[in-house]
């Protein structure tokens, strides 16, 4: 029996203990196990532990369960990662409730260069359903991997797209890898499980219930590079999804729709509060994820430096010793005031000298 991995299920099932406090812990013991070694007085001085979640603690018990866990893991060879280990999604790090510990099943590569989740409403229209089919294929050259929740709509659309153009599709689930909801999808997390692969923190016989869908999207949220949102009211699951993709960070997209169609007003409605990107085909996506080709030729556009102001050359000298530039850093460098560089800035976009990125980033074109 795996001493370390005994103790890592164990701690996600202390009851009182959070992926939070979890995490916390570990940065203070370094291993599962040590956390349990620890004496109650110890831990109960602990900032955020206290006294109630030190005796939750001290109290577990239940070593039987967590052993069973593991010759279930063993016996459907499902990789257990925890948040130590180096094949744990490292995107996810960056996320406060990142969980403790993920299973596994599956080939695809957690931590690829471009991750995709796709997400939107269980009862889909013929035109999400065509969009989402469109956007998936257009993204084959990008050799992305695409993430969705494994849910009726689209995100089962978004699954059987990458499948068929050939993409690694990962379903994250909001129950235990010991069965399949809905069920009507096992086949294709049958075929996931071989060609992308199937993620859940949830231990086996762990029911699909209403309160697990939340933890399963903050998974969805963290674990990409970007998210698209295609098709949802407003408010839908994927709303929610959406948000805490904002939360940590991360670039959303939205595919706009209708005005008066139901279907269309979460996606709208992000898009008007400025919390999504209005994207409308893949090659939107690809630009504003700076996922195009580098283009090598600068020397026609450092000819053109010799007719810059005094401000905007200062900007180009400095975007000449970096690939790009978040916006307060060049603040910084620079030394002007934030209404010159700005205007230096919109005047060098304008000469399409420079290109505007996600999150305030700079680069020269």
Known sequence: MNNDLLYQVALTLVPNIGDVH????????????????????????????????????????????????????????????????????????NCY???????????????????????GT????????????????????QNVLVVSGLAFGIDTIAHKAALKSNLQTVGVMAHGLDRIY?????????????????LTDFISNTNPDKQNFPKRNRIVAGICDCI?????????????????????????????????DTKSEGCNYLIRQNKA??????????????????????????????ELTPDEKIITDILLQQESIQIDELYFKSGLSSS???????MLEMQNLVISLPGKVYKLA
């Open 277 to 306: 990107s209005l994207i409308t085909c893949a090659a939107d996506l690809v630009e504003l994820m700076n996922w195009m080709p580098a283009q090598k030729n600068h020397k026609k556009q450092r000819a053109l430096f010799v």
């Open 122 to 141: 269980r009862n889909n229209s013929e035109y999400g359903k065509n969009v989402c089919e469109k956007l998936v294929e257009e993204l084959k050259d």
């Open 182 to 198: 809905p069920v009507q999808n096992k086949t294709l997390a049958k075929q996931m499980a071989e060609a992308g692969g199937l």
């Open 340 to 346: 010159a560089t700005a205007a230096a800035l919109l």
């Open 22 to 93: 979890a995490k916390s812990l570990i940065a203070v013991y370094g291993d599962a196990q040590s956390v349990f070694k620890a004496r109650k007085k110890e831990l109960e001085l602990l900032e955020g532990i206290g006294s109630v979640r030190a005796k939750s603690i001290k109290d577990f018990a239940d070593l039987a369960r967590c052993e069973e866990e593991i010759k279930f893991i063993e016996k459907y060879r499902i990789a257990p990662l925890f948040i130590t280990d180096k094949n744990y999604p490292q995107r996810l790090l």
């Open 228 to 260: 698209v949102v295609i098709e949802s009211s407003k408010k839908g699951g994927s709303l929610i999804t959406a948000e805490l993709a904002n939360g940590y960070n991360k670039d959303v997209f939205a595919i706009p729709g209708k005005t008066t």
């Open 97 to 119: 409730d990142s969980p403790v510990l993920l299973y596994y099943r599956g080939t695809a590569d957690l931590n690829t260069s471009k991750i995709v989740s796709i997400v």
